[in-house]
């Protein structure tokens, strides 16, 4: 089994529903959708040799590496 994990940073961007899930009569012209979150510092992994288990460890220490208080938002 194939195993893949990512770790970004991304500051939080506001947004509505509808810019996040078309309603299902359409979007309207007159509201255009805001853009998303911007990822930076992107991590990617994967394999196919190692336990799922491992892969997860190392993104989870990845991603405390640079905060390991959890005092980020």
Same mark, same amino acid.
């Given at each position: 089994?194939? $195993?893949? /994990?990512?770790?970004? #940073? /991304? &500051? %939080? +961007?506001?947004?509505?529903? @509808? &810019?996040?899930? !078309? =309603?299902? #009569?359409?979007? *309207? %012209?007159?509201?255009?959708?805001?853009?998303? =979150?911007? !990822? $930076?510092?992107?991590?990617?992994?994967? *394999?196919? +040799? @190692?336990?799922?288990? #491992? *892969?997860? !460890?190392? *993104?989870? &220490?990845? !991603?405390?590496? =640079? &905060?390991?208080? @959890? $005092?980020?938002?």
């Amino acid at each position: 089994m194939a $195993t893949l /994990a990512c770790v970004f #940073d /991304a &500051d %939080p +961007v506001p947004r509505r529903p @509808h &810019d996040i899930i !078309a =309603p299902p #009569d359409g979007r *309207s %012209p007159a509201r255009t959708p805001r853009p998303g =979150p911007t !990822a $930076t510092a992107k991590w990617l992994t994967g *394999s196919v +040799v @190692h336990p799922p288990e #491992d *892969s997860i !460890a190392a *993104s989870f &220490d990845r !991603a405390e590496a =640079p &905060d390991p208080g @959890h $005092t980020w938002t």
